[in-house]
């Protein structure tokens, strides 16, 4: 190939988020190597109960948005799943429609079509329950101190590692089809932390720094990520969130914390009292104890998470 043609391909890839540096008269080389999917990895990865449960795997180079992607296919039957991830998403969504950046390679973009033959007990709680499972995954690799960030946030050391966007398709009455986002964080590239904290003062973590050498390849942690989340969608059809609200409570980063929530065009100033049977966050507002089910989150005077990142998709 001509001078050229290489330089065009590293711009390219760069443009993508790949970070290459230049050597002079050397050439270009990749910052760390390339952590790339692959679908015959994941499924080497599953129990043979997991892969059973699973009716289809997709890895895409790019996609506009996982959850859309797996929206468009019919839902699948009761107990079985449908995964999706991407190396790439182009138009990823957060709660309230908001964005979540992921370069090419960096992180997770995983999300899961799951039906339910009736709604469980406490089906408001289904975010909070798959919180549960992606630190259940990644302690598997011996990560530590991960915690959760009512109602869909992983953070570690006060800073977001990954987040969780659920949507519901069907009726209200009946089987309950939903699509359960998950993206993770897994070597963020230092400039798009600095243009996250730039313009939106998000201060991420990536399981990178979290595990250093120990750190799994992505195709093992979604592998994780698949059965541990198989069990507890498993597991809290069966009996709600009451199996999950123990654990919950331990990871609870805003437990005590003193914080603001905003509903609309209501703000509201308390101390974070866990949650509910149902979800929903408790929080002592003037002596008395009020409940939540939407809104956002924050903590005053030393922030955990800034709002404008509050899910993933």
């Not at 950046?101 to 079509?113: D, E, K, N, Q, T």
């Amino acid at each position: 190939m001509s001078r050229g043609g290489i330089w065009k391909l590293v711009q390219a890839l760069r443009e993508m988020g790949v970070q290459i540096e230049s050597l002079p008269r050397q050439g270009y080389r990749m910052a760390h190597p390339i952590d790339l999917l692959s679908r015959e990895e994941v499924l080497a990865s599953l129990p043979p109960e997991t892969r059973a449960k699973l009716i289809e795997l997709d890895v895409l180079l790019t996609v506009d948005s996982t959850n859309r992607y797996l929206g468009d296919l019919a839902a699948p039957e009761p107990g079985r799943a449908r995964v999706c991830v991407a190396e790439v998403q182009t138009a990823g969504r957060g709660r309230r429609g908001r964005s979540w950046l992921a370069p090419f390679a960096s992180g997770i973009c995983f999300s899961m079509a799951w039906q339910f033959a009736e709604l469980p007990p406490g089906f408001p709680a289904l975010s909070l329950v798959v919180g549960v499972a992606a630190v259940r995954a990644l302690e598997r690799f011996d990560a530590r101190e991960i915690g959760l960030k009512w109602p869909n946030d992983l953070v570690w050391q006060g800073r977001k590692l990954g987040g969780i966007l659920i949507e519901m398709r069907g009726e209200s009455a009946g089987p309950a089809h939903v699509i359960i986002g998950i993206g993770i964080n897994m070597r963020m590239p230092a400039d798009v932390r600095i243009e996250l904290a730039k313009h939106h003062a998000v201060l991420v973590a990536d399981v990178h720094e979290v595990l250093r050498e120990r750190c799994p390849s992505r195709n093992a942690l979604i592998a994780a990520l698949i059965e541990e989340l198989t069990k507890a969608l498993e597991s809290f059809a069966r009996q709600g969130f009451d199996g999950f609200i123990d654990q919950w409570r331990m990871l609870d980063v805003l437990q005590h914390a003193s914080v603001k929530i905003v509903n609309g065009d209501q703000t509201v100033f308390g101390i974070a009292s866990g949650v509910d049977r149902d979800g929903a966050l408790l929080v002592e507002v003037d002596g008395e104890l009020r409940r939540f089910i939407s809104g956002e989150v924050s903590v005053r005077k030393q922030e955990v998470m800034p709002p404008e990142m509050d899910g993933i998709a």
